[in-house]
C-alpha cells in the first residue's frame, strides 16, 4: 500500500527558506507514469497547488509563486522535495504531497505537515 | 477560475446534498472532486467529472453539463459532513474551487 509521509522545518523566519521532504514507502517514486504534487491549504482558506514533478522528471510550478519553488526527486531515497524561498507569512499554511494522476486526480496523499512563517 | 456554489450547504443526515462548481472557461470532463474534514488529507471522490474513485459509496456521484459541475450525495450519512473541493485538470495550473462545507442542520 502506497504511503506519503511530509517532514521538515516547522516554524520559518519571514524571508527564509521554507524545506520539506515527502517520503514515499509501499511503492517507488520512480514508477512509470506516476507523478508527485505538493498542495498546501492555508489557515481559513482553500486547498492551494503549488506544483509537481512530472513523471518525465520535469519540474512544474504554479506561476502565482512565480520563481520561489524548486520541487525535486531524490530516487535513491524514494523521495520529493519542496523548497519555497522568501516566506512570508502568507506561505503559513499545512502542506500536502500527493501522488498525481493527472485528470484521474490526486489520490494518494500524505497526512500534511503544518508550516508556520514567524519572526 | 472554479466557483463553488453555496459556500455552505446545511443539511441533515438522510436528505440530499447538491453541490455545484463552475468553471469560467471550458475544462472538458477535467473536474476531479475531493472531501476533506478537520485535520485530515483530502480524499479523492470522483475523477472525470463522474467517475468514483477506488472505495467511494455509491451515494455519491458527479456529474457535468458544459461548464458547470456537480455532486450529489443521495443520502447523506454522519461521516460526509465535511469540506468538497472541485479541480480542474485540463488548463494550466490545475487550479482548485474555493470549497463548499456540509454541515448538519
Known amino acids: 500500500q502506497l504511503r506519503l509521509q511530509e517532514s521538515g522545518s516547522g516554524l520559518v523566519r519571514p524571508s527564509k527558506t521554507l524545506s520539506l521532504t515527502c517520503e514515499v514507502s509501499?511503492?517507488?517514486?520512480?514508477?512509470?507514469?506516476?507523478?508527485w504534487s505538493w498542495i498546501r491549504k492555508p489557515p481559513q482558506k482553500g486547498l492551494e497547488w503549488i506544483g509537481y514533478m512530472f513523471h518525465s522528471g520535469s519540474p512544474s510550478h504554479n506561476p502565482s509563486l512565480k520563481s520561489r519553488v524548486t520541487i525535486s526527486v531524490d530516487r535513491s531515497k524514494n523521495q520529493l522535495s519542496l523548497r519555497l524561498t522568501s516566506v512570508t507569512a502568507a506561505d503559513t499554511a499545512v502542506y500536502y504531497c500527493a501522488r498525481d494522476r493527472g485528470r484521474y486526480g490526486l489520490d494518494v496523499w500524505g497526512p500534511g505537515t503544518t508550516v508556520t512563517v514567524s519572526s | 477560475v472554479l466557483t463553488q456554489s453555496p459556500a455552505t450547504l446545511s443539511l441533515s443526515p438522510g436528505e440530499r446534498a447538491t453541490l455545484s462548481c463552475r468553471a469560467s472557461q471550458s475544462v472538458g470532463s477535467s473536474l476531479v472532486w475531493y472531501q476533506q474534514k478537520a485535520g485530515q488529507a483530502p480524499r479523492l471522490l470522483i475523477y472525470d467529472a463522474s467517475n468514483r474513485a477506488t472505495g467511494i459509496p455509491a451515494r455519491f456521484s458527479g456529474s457535468a453539463s458544459g461548464t458547470v459541475f456537480t455532486l450529489t450525495i443521495s443520502s447523506l450519512e454522519p461521516e460526509d459532513f465535511a469540506v468538497y473541493y472541485c479541480?480542474?485538470?485540463?488548463?494550466?495550473?490545475?487550479?482548485f474551487g474555493q470549497g463548499t462545507r456540509l454541515e448538519i442542520k
Open positions: 509501499g511503492g517507488s517514486i520512480s514508477s512509470r507514469g506516476d507523478s
Open positions: 479541480q480542474q485538470r485540463s488548463n494550466w495550473p490545475p487550479s
